[in-house]
């Protein structure tokens, strides 16, 4: 049962990230991988890690990719364009990188490297590995926690500094590069 | 894995209800369609030009604060579920860690960064 979950999973998984990267238009890109982190989340469910799985539903299908959606209004990306040689260049390029992530993973597994098959043992108890994970963020791990509200902090005043500061030069119209620090 | 029946069952009427009425509406919907019908009428002109116009970048503000008041929420969930075993140190805890995120909000305010000029 866990494994055929695990396969249909992990195919849904591979399925629409090929999707994302090879869909013409980047609106269905980002929507694709939407499914991808949905999947993804599916995969965290089965390895036990609930809070991961809705982690990833919660922060990376629901806020991060709102903020995928704004950057592709927002750069006005029209369809893929083809042709031009810093186009194929790039095309080349990722398919370099592709192949090469490729045989190190093949080779990783051929050499057995990988950890290969999980360990059926479930941390903590039945109902999921939340509360675990709660006590141990609320005390042994107490400091990097309160110094993520400072992270999270200056991430506020910084995006208002740069967002507002600018919008406020001129209404609407983009300042000239170097009029404001 | 027998504790995710009930989402199971959930998602299951979730999708039937969706593909059910959609797909019934499809069936018994009349098409007798012209041109007067395609029409835009009472919500706004014609469309002139390109939909995909420049957006403004405060979507892009709201957007990021959006993710950042998210990733905070996410952090209540383990908290809640330990609060009993916690007591009064775990909420002595997460009042810092929020107090620290009520400035960021104090600023937002104060900067007028949520409204729309």
Redesign the interface.
């Known amino acids: 049962m866990t494994e055929a979950l695990f396969i249909g999973f992990a195919a849904m998984l591979v399925a629409s990230s090929l999707l994302v990267i090879l869909h013409r238009n980047p609106v269905a890109s980002a929507l694709f991988l939407v499914l991808a982190f949905c999947s993804l989340a599916g995969i965290y469910l089965l390895f036990h890690a609930e809070f991961i799985g809705m982690v990833q539903i919660i922060v990376y299908a629901g806020a991060i990719m709102v903020l995928f959606l704004f950057v592709i209004m927002y750069l006005n990306l029209q369809r893929d364009e083809e042709g031009g040689v810093h186009i194929a260049l790039r095309r080349g390029l990722g398919w370099v990188a592709g192949t090469v992530v490729l045989a190190e993973g093949v080779f990783m597994l051929a050499r057995r490297w990988a950890p290969g098959p999980l360990t059926p043992e479930v941390p903590g108890e039945a109902a999921g590995n939340t509360q675990q994970l709660g006590m141990l963020l609320f005390s042994r791990y107490l400091f990097p926690f309160e110094v993520t509200s400072l992270v999270l902090l200056v991430a506020i005043i910084g995006v208002v500094v740069i967002a507002k500061g600018r919008s406020t030069a001129g209404s609407g119209t983009r300042p000239a590069p170097g009029e404001d620090g | 894995?027998r504790?995710?029946l009930p989402v199971l069952m959930f998602l299951a009427v979730a999708i039937a209800f969706a593909a059910g009425t959609i797909g019934l509406s499809s069936i018994i919907v009349p098409r007798r369609s012209n041109a007067r019908k395609m029409s835009a009428y009472e919500c706004g002109v014609e469309p002139v030009g390109n939909a995909?116009?420049?957006?403004?970048?405060?979507?892009?503000?709201v957007?990021?604060?959006?993710?950042?008041f998210?990733?905070?929420?996410?952090?209540l969930?383990?908290?809640a579920?330990?609060f009993r075993?916690?007591g009064l140190?775990?909420l002595i805890?997460?009042m810092?860690?929020?107090v620290?995120?009520l400035?960021?909000?104090l600023?937002?305010l104060k900067?007028r960064?949520l409204e729309w000029d």
Do not use: C, H, N
């Open positions: 894995m504790e995710y995909r116009a420049r957006f403004s970048v405060k979507f892009y503000l957007a990021v604060l959006f993710i950042l998210d990733i905070e929420a996410v952090f969930y383990p908290w579920v330990t075993q916690l140190v775990g805890e997460m810092v860690f929020i620290i995120l400035i960021g909000y600023y937002l900067k960064a």
